[in-house]
């Protein structure tokens, strides 16, 4: 479990969390029930979006493990399913490109390029927060201070012309400009509007949002969280304190008019907030601001953006997540499951890759625990035909990525194949195979096995070559000839990758070879591999 969330792939799932988290919060908060929340309530609901978001998003994967594979009848169906394969269709073609990259030779300096650049953009932003530090403990050193409430200091300071607040490790601080000792009311305000920003833990939240920016520096959906969540404490600060009816909406504008115009430190909460629009939001919500007493609305907004959002982390996890195998654990399980040596199958990054795709595709995974299933009732029937010829057994898989060992009828494929092999019409006729609209010999499982060992043999008998045999399968005879001529070794994956008149056939070899180690192997793909 520990590898499974502390891994780079979590790191990715964070940065999307933010993303979708983020959109899908702020969807909710337009909804028209949403209008009625005060602002304290409002700020909460995003902090539990926020909050919920990258738990599901991060957790998601662990509790999809926990639902059997056939999950159609689950209680949680994903609104966005039809998204959530376009996704991973995606997902697992660049996978599979990155496998292929990192067996490349260039690799590592890519590998490096990419730490390096990341390690940058952390220092440039860890500087800049260390810079944002040393100013305001400059503005602490220079200040002094007049009051001390508990872990809260206040301090008064001739440097500053803005009141705002910040946090360390186990203090609070308060930097009020001088010039507001003049002005007992204004000052009044100030301290009570700094104190909830306190009080409500606007400050922690602050320091959390820092340290998500310094790890996810590059997601814009960082600045986008921290800058709703500005807006929204100032909206609800300002709320707790007129609702507390000890300060008046007009003293309480006058206040923030007054203290509208000066720069600020980064990383703190000031009274002005964070802009002209800003600043003429909140002087309107302090005479128009909502208080409401039933937690209805709060509710509902929770319960829909918990089910949105957990729909989303399901759908685009794709399946209970199984870990990443790498090329030297394939390997290795080439060798234990006793895969003979007839096709060289080896841990290509492409099988790799492949496999993994499966294991971590819900849709695939089940394709191929159905597969598996209906193999056992046909094999057999399908191995007493192989050894009357001497056909290899690994041969097993060629319907597994064929038809799922389901006899497909002639409907169901463009070009008219049919059957558990999906022979095409033409060659089931050429080894003796009756196919007319009144009869279909294919979709007889064990005439259309004679056929195919009868082909497969043909073609060893041709090569010499059980490899060339299994490709012509795919391509025809004629095209294998073409191939041939111009393919540096007969190994299967050489031949697949020589071949520019079919490119399909590179994806084709890499099924097969991945269909061969999960038949040797099925608990590749089962929920406790």
Same mark, same amino acid.
């Given at each position: ?21 983020? #959109? =899908? &919060?702020? @969807? ?8 009625? /929340? ?5 700020? %909460?609901? *995003? ?14 994967? #662990? =509790? &999809?493990? @926990? ?8 209680? /949680? ?5 039809? %998204?959530? *394969? ?28 990419? /730490? ?309 019409p033409d060659t089931a006729r050429h080894f003796g195979l009756v196919v007319t609209p009144e009869r279909d010999d294919r979709l007889n499982t064990l005439l ?82």
């Amino acid at each position: 479990m520990i590898t499974t969330i502390f891994n780079l792939h979590t790191y990715w799932i964070i940065n999307g969390a933010l993303a979708a988290g983020y #959109l =899908l &919060a702020r @969807l909710i908060s337009w909804f028209p029930f949403a209008y009625r /929340l005060s602002q304290r309530r409002q700020l %909460a609901f *995003a902090r539990f979006c926020f909050i919920f978001a990258i738990l599901s998003f991060t957790l998601m994967p #662990l =509790l &999809a493990a @926990l639902l059997p594979v056939h999950h159609e009848m689950a209680p /949680l169906k994903p609104m966005v399913n039809h %998204a959530a *394969a376009q996704f991973l269709k995606k997902h697992h073609t660049v996978a599979r490109q990155f496998a292929v990259v990192r067996s490349a030779p260039f690799y590592f300096s890519i590998a490096f390029m990419v /730490l390096l650049t990341w390690v940058t953009g952390f220092l440039v932003s860890f500087f800049a927060y260390i810079k944002t530090l040393a100013s305001l403990n400059k503005i602490r050193l220079g200040a002094y201070c007049r009051h001390r409430i508990h872990a809260v200091s206040v301090l008064f300071s001739n440097r500053i012309h803005t009141p705002f607040c910040w946090s360390g490790f186990s203090q609070h601080f308060i930097a009020v400009p001088d010039t507001l000792l003049e002005k007992q009311e204004d000052l009044r305000i100030t301290l009570r509007h700094e104190l909830q920003h306190i009080r409500q833990g606007d400050t922690l939240w602050l320091k959390a949002m820092v340290l998500i920016k310094l790890l996810c520096f590059w997601n814009p959906f960082v600045s986008l969280w921290t800058k709703w969540f500005k807006e929204l404490q100032e909206f609800a600060c300002d709320e707790s304190l007129i609702l507390r009816r000890k300060t008046s909406p007009t003293q309480y504008a006058t206040c923030l008019l007054n203290a509208a115009s000066a720069h600020l430190p980064k990383h703190v909460l000031a009274v002005n907030g964070l802009s002209s629009s800003l600043l003429y939001r909140r002087i309107a919500m302090l005479f128009h601001y909502q208080k409401e007493k039933s937690k209805r609305s709060f509710i509902i907004a929770c319960l829909i953006s918990l089910f949105m959002i957990a729909s989303a982390a399901y759908a685009l996890s794709g399946s209970p997540t199984h870990s990443t195998l790498s090329a030297k654990e394939v390997a290795a399980m080439i060798k234990r499951a006793g895969i003979d040596n007839t096709f060289q199958i080896s841990a290509t990054p492409e099988v790799v890759a492949e496999l993994n795709k499966i294991r971590n595709s819900r849709h695939a995974r089940k394709f191929m625990l159905g597969a598996l299933k209906r193999m056992k009732e046909h094999k057999t029937m399908v191995l007493s035909e192989f050894k009357k010829e001497g056909i290899p057994a690994d041969f097993l898989a060629l319907p597994l990525i064929e038809s799922g060992y389901e006899p497909l009828d002639a409907s169901k494929n463009r070009l008219g194949a049919a059957g558990v092999w999906q022979f095409l019409p033409d060659t089931a006729r050429h080894f003796g195979l009756v196919v007319t609209p009144e009869r279909d010999d294919r979709l007889n499982t064990l005439l259309e096995t004679k056929a195919a060992v009868a082909y497969l043999k043909s073609m060893h008998q041709k090569y010499g070559n059980w490899n060339l045999a299994l490709i012509s399968y795919e391509i025809g005879d004629e095209e294998v000839d073409r191939i041939i001529k111009n393919a540096p070794t007969l190994q299967l994956h050489d031949l697949a990758k020589s071949s520019k008149t079919y490119p399909e056939l590179k994806e084709y070899v890499t099924m097969f070879s991945a269909a061969v180690i999960i038949m040797h192997y099925p608990a590749l793909i089962t929920r406790h591999a």
